[in-house]
């Protein structure tokens, strides 16, 4: 109550409204602080790359193929299991199934860091393991190597034959031969003579030594240390004699057979462009094995009789 009526003077009040007014435009609020937001910013993004790098790293260090993912539907996955694998010579691992190119059911593969197995089993005679043959091979050509360098490892051969060998004048002494073969250049083979796991002699020859007008089946032309013994020893051979006969075939040729002494002719391998024939001869003989060659039809399409190029008379 005041003097001049009992009602409140609002003066005071009103005087009050009019300089905060004033001052409304005078007054701002503080500046943001944008030095310190961008240097917290960037911190932050330094912080989540080197997580990042982080994560990466330790993807990183998990070995390749040790994890198959179990998919579901939709392309997701809920579960990473471990996938069995076929345990091989060496202690390496191959993924489980038949290598292609070669005939189901048979063991077939390459060791990482040995030569490729044959196409069948039956390859491997008298007992040899594949084993035998891949350290043999490998024996071989590193005894040769020094001297031959185009020779190469054995990771880069097939193994197609592995046989007992008997000694003779020439090269006395039993062991086993073990036939490697290479894609390049064509038609290249080794035959390593082995005696008490060592390499005691290697035969080299290759596609390059055929004639111009080799036929769709090309018997190996220096392969007669596989099916004779040494021309010094000629009509007193040491019996029974393990024999094996190898060449060349085209793609057109589906079936070889091999003839030796008066025993029938015997059904070879075909194994990637090679074919392999074996058996056991208990005679003494002059004429070398008798090659025959026919079509997918059974058309002849080689005869060794006719071939003016094989030595059909043993020396």
């Known amino acids: 109550m005041n003097e001049t009526g009992g009602h409140e003077d609002f003066g005071f009040e009103a005087r009050m409204r009019e300089l905060l007014a004033e001052d409304a435009y005078t007054i701002s609020p503080s500046p943001a602080p944008y030095p310190a937001i961008r240097q917290r910013g960037l911190a932050e993004r330094r912080r989540r790359v080197a997580l990042t790098g982080a994560v990466l790293a330790t993807l990183a260090a998990v070995p390749v193929g040790a994890y198959a993912v179990a998919g579901g539907s939709g392309g997701r996955s809920s579960t990473a299991a471990p996938q069995a694998s076929a345990s091989v010579r060496g202690g390496t691992t191959a993924t489980p199934g038949t290598t292609p190119g070669t005939t189901p059911g048979t063991t077939a593969g390459r060791d990482v860091s040995g030569p490729a197995r044959p196409a069948t089993a039956g390859q491997l005679l008298d007992g040899i393991t594949f084993a035998q043959a891949a350290d043999g091979l490998a024996a071989c050509l590193k005894a040769e190597g020094g001297t031959k360098a185009r020779l190469g490892k054995a990771e880069d051969y097939r193994i197609i034959l592995a046989a007992k060998s008997t000694g003779d004048s020439n ?88 003839s030796y002494g008066d025993a029938g002719p015997v059904a070879a391998v075909l194994d990637h462009g090679w074919f392999v024939a074996a058996g056991m001869l208990d005679q003494q003989v002059t004429l070398a094995p008798h090659v025959k060659g026919y079509d997918g039809a059974g058309k002849l399409v080689y005869d060794s009789d006719t071939d003016r190029t094989y030595q059909r008379t043993l020396p």
Do not use: M
Not at 176 to 198: L, S, T
Not at 204 to 220: E, K, L
């Open 171 to 258: 090269a006395p002494g039993d062991g086993f031969h073990v036939v490697g073969v290479k894609e390049q250049p064509a038609g290249f083979r080794v035959v390593c003579d082995i005696e008490d796991g060592v390499g005691s002699g290697i035969s080299v020859s290759s596609s390059d030594a055929n004639s111009a007008d080799a036929g769709v089946v090309v018997p190996d032309v220096n392969g007669g240390a596989l099916y004779q013994q040494s021309f010094i020893d000629k009509g007193r051979w040491k019996l029974p004699f393990r024999w094996a006969a190898i060449g060349t075939v085209e793609p057109s040729v589906a079936k070889v057979t091999v």
